[in-house]
């Protein structure tokens, strides 16, 4: 098939990389000249592991990268993958779903072909048959443009491993024929293909997302209850976790969740929930609790070193969670902030999300190794889940003051303590 993947991004690129590498030809285009510069050098310019091999196979070949919008014209298929971030308000931003479907109507004015247009970002229920559908078709002056909805589930850090081994494959289309075009583009993927309307299909997205984030504040909540009894809830949340009801994942307790999609869709769908006159109180909960875990790290430090003015804090872990270099949203960023804020030197290190942190906080000290970020540290701070960090231990006796404190349960080094263990 020819493909159109319009926004080169986390989702985008490992899409088009993966449909690419299962012999589809593949154009992703995107609006951003140094992102198709350098996926066009065979460089990905986000961190994904197995996407530089992806891009070096495939690139050229059998992946071409673009800002042009032309090639939408001979697609099959064109998914839309640009992103949906929070606005004040709460809602989703829909200004580049608008923008790119919008620049597909028009490339398609006066062509005889039509592709499927198919929306893989993150929407409100909703927003490809009420938003999508009418852009293209008024752009393209012509009503024959099919529509559908294909959610997208992968996990950075893991996302070409998800791409071919997904749990399920959704595909909202109220077409069957549209359905089959958008499901043969997964032809060769061992994976349930569900069929359902196009709203059930977005609502599904923002479901999921919103589940797993109450698995991880509940968890932080029976968390912090069971700390103040000095119980371990690492072994509470295994015991519960074996019940096949519940499922171990994401149980994980510690300084809650972040990342480009969590936050934002929960949100997304409180605000959505709102609009409909219901009062999401559980939803609700879940972020107040996310929330309320960046403070509690910040309260421990200050119990267990009261003056943090002028004193060298290392913040291990920048990412929103391991083997990314994503910090949307990562809960490092409030930790960060209230360190500054209390006159901290902050000494950060990130194997691979320096470069992206220092654009929020320029002005930290940002160290090549955790060696350095604990050297002459009265405290150190665990955020992210970085492997690598479970095989720290000489590294602390470099520290002035051996007040550990994790977020993320990853350390093997004894004489720490965990924001909610
Ligand atoms: N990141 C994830 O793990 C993940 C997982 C599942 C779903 N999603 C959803 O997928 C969508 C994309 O997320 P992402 O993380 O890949 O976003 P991203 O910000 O990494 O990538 C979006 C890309 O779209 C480009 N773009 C924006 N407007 C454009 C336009 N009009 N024309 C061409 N290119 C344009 C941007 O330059 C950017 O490169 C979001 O809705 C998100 O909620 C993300």
Redesign the pocket.
């Known amino acids: 098939m020819k493909i159109a993947v ?7 690129l490992v899409t088009g990389a993966c449909i690419s590498e299962m012999g589809h030809t593949v154009h992703v ?4 000249p140094d ?1 198709i510069a350098a996926i066009k050098a065979g460089n990905p310019p ?1 961190y994904e592991k197995g996407l530089d091999e992806l891009l070096q196979r495939n690139v050229g070949r059998s992946l071409f990268a673009t800002s042009d919008y032309d090639t939408v014209r001979d697609s099959d298929l064109v998914f839309i ?4 971030p929070c606005r004040d308000d709460g809602c989703a931003d829909l200004s ?1 779903v608008r ?2 479907s919008q ?1 597909i109507g028009k490339i398609l004015t006066g062509c005889n072909h039509a592709p499927v247009v198919v929306v ?4 409100p229920p909703g927003t490809t048959e009420c938003v999508v559908r009418p852009l293209v078709q008024d752009a393209a002056g012509r009503s024959d443009i099919p529509c559908a909805m294909n ?6 850090g893991r ?1 070409i491993r998800d791409f071919f081994h997904p749990d399920r494959i959704v595909i909202g289309s109220s077409d069957i024929a549209c359905f089959d075009a958008v499901a043969s583009a997964y032809q060769g993927i061992d994976a349930p293909v569900i069929r359902t309307s196009v709203p059930a299909a977005e609502m599904i ?1 923002y479901v999921s997302n919103a589940f797993l984030a109450t698995k991880i504040s509940f968890s932080n909540e029976i968390g912090n209850i069971c700390k103040r009894i000095g119980i371990d809830v690492y072994e509470v949340m295994k015991g519960v976790g074996m019940d096949t009801r519940i499922s171990p994942h994401f149980l994980d307790a510690g300084v809650g969740f972040g ?3 969590f936050p ?2 929960v949100t997304a769908l409180i605000t959505f929930a709102d609009s409909l006159g219901e009062d999401p109180l559980i939803l609700k909960a879940v972020i107040k609790v996310n929330e309320n875990q960046a403070v509690r790290m910040l309260t421990l430090l200050k119990s267990r070193l009261p003056m943090i003015r002028g004193k060298k804090i290392a913040v291990l872990g920048l990412a929103f969670k391991d083997n990314t270099d ?1 910090v949307r949203d990562s809960r490092a960023i409030p930790v960060i902030a209230g360190l500054v804020k209390e006159g901290a030197l902050v000494a950060a290190f990130d194997p691979v999300a320096n470069a992206a942190m220092a654009k929020i906080f320029p002005d930290i000290c940002y160290c090549s190794s955790a060696a350095e970020a604990l050297t002459g540290a009265e405290a150190c701070l665990v955020m992210t889940e970085w492997p690598e960090f479970s095989r720290l231990e000489k590294e602390f006796d470099l520290m002035n003051s051996r007040v550990v404190i994790e977020g993320r349960r990853i350390l093997s080094y004894r004489d720490r303590e965990g924001v909610c263990w």
């Not at 993958?81 to 949906?84: D, I, P, R």
């Open positions: 319009i926004g080169a991004g986390y989702v985008g285009i995107d609006c951003d992102k986000i993958c640009v992103g949906t580049m923008a790119a620049s893989k970002s993150t929407v959610p997208e589930f992968l996990r950075e996302a997205k990342g480009s999609c934002k869709d994503d």
